[in-house]
C-alpha cells in the first residue's frame, strides 16, 4: 500500500511539473510573439529624452507616453486577427517614435549650435567696425580691414537668421506631427474597443505611415543643416 501511495505521488508531482512546464512555455511564446512583432520595444531602451534641452525632450517624452500607451492596448486585446493587425501597426508607431527621437536630436543640435552664436557681441562688433569704415581719421587700410570685418560679421548675423527660422519651422512642424501622432494613437484605441474591425484600422495605419513619412522628410531638412552650423561655429 505504502509503495502504491508513493508511486501515485510521484507521478502527480511529475503531471504537475509537466504542467507549469507547459503554462510557461506558452506564456513565454505569447511574451516573445509580441517582442518580435513590435522591435521598437527594444530600441527604444536608446531613447533619451533628457539629453536634450526643451522643447525637443518635450515632444520626444509625449510621442514615447502615446507609444506606451499604444502598446498597453495591444496587450489587453484578445488574439485575432484584430490583435494581429495591432501589433502590425504598432511597428510603424515604434519607427514614427525613433523617427521623433532622431528628429529632435538634430533638433537640439542645431539649437546649440545656434546658442554659441552671440548676436548682441557681433552687432556691438559690427557697429565698431562701422564706425573705423566711415571714420574720416582711419588710413585706407583701416577702413578696408573694418569692411572685410563688417562682412563676416554680417555674414554670422545672416546664418544666425537662417538658424532662428529654421528652429522655429523644425519646432512648429514636430509639435503638428507629434500631436497626430497622439490623435491617431487614441484613435485606434477607440476603433478597437468600439468596433473590433480589422478593416476600420486602414486609416489608421495609412495615418500613421503619413506622420512617419513626414518626420523622416523633416530629419532629413534638419540634416542638410550642417553646412549652416559649420558656419555658425566658426
Not at 55 to 69: C, H, I, L, S, T
Not at 102 to 117: F, K, P, V
Not at 198 to 218: C, E, G, H, K, T
Amino acid at each position: 500500500m505504502a509503495i502504491a501511495v508513493l508511486l501515485l505521488v510521484i507521478v502527480l508531482l511529475a503531471a504537475l511539473g509537466a504542467l507549469g512546464a507547459g503554462v510557461w512555455a506558452i506564456t513565454r511564446s505569447r511574451r516573445d510573439h509580441l517582442s518580435i512583432a513590435t522591435p521598437g520595444v527594444a530600441s527604444s531602451a536608446e531613447i533619451d529624452a533628457f539629453a536634450l534641452g526643451d522643447p525637443w525632450r518635450r515632444y520626444v517624452n509625449d510621442a514615447r507616453k502615446a507609444r506606451n500607451r499604444f502598446h498597453e492596448g495591444i496587450e489587453r486585446s484578445q488574439e485575432g486577427p484584430l490583435r494581429e493587425r495591432l501589433i502590425d501597426i504598432g511597428r510603424q508607431v515604434d519607427a514614427a517614435v525613433l523617427e521623433c527621437w532622431e528628429t529632435a536630436r538634430r533638433g537640439d543640435e542645431l539649437r546649440i549650435a545656434r546658442r554659441r552664436i552671440e548676436t548682441s557681441d557681433i552687432e556691438r562688433r559690427l557697429a565698431d567696425a562701422a564706425a573705423v569704415e566711415t571714420s574720416d581719421g582711419a588710413s585706407n587700410e583701416a577702413r578696408e580691414a573694418a569692411r572685410r570685418t563688417m562682412l563676416a560679421l554680417e555674414s554670422q548675423l545672416d546664418s544666425a537668421g537662417r538658424m532662428d527660422a529654421i528652429i522655429s519651422d523644425a519646432t512648429s512642424r514636430l509639435r503638428t506631427l507629434q500631436a497626430q501622432l497622439d490623435e491617431t494613437v487614441a484613435r485606434a484605441a477607440e476603433l478597437s474597443v468600439r468596433t473590433g474591425e480589422v478593416a476600420q484600422l486602414s486609416s489608421v495605419d495609412q495615418d500613421i505611415d503619413n506622420v512617419l513619412i513626414d518626420l523622416r522628410a523633416l530629419h532629413e531638412a534638419l540634416d542638410e543643416t550642417d553646412g549652416l552650423g559649420g558656419t555658425a561655429t566658426a
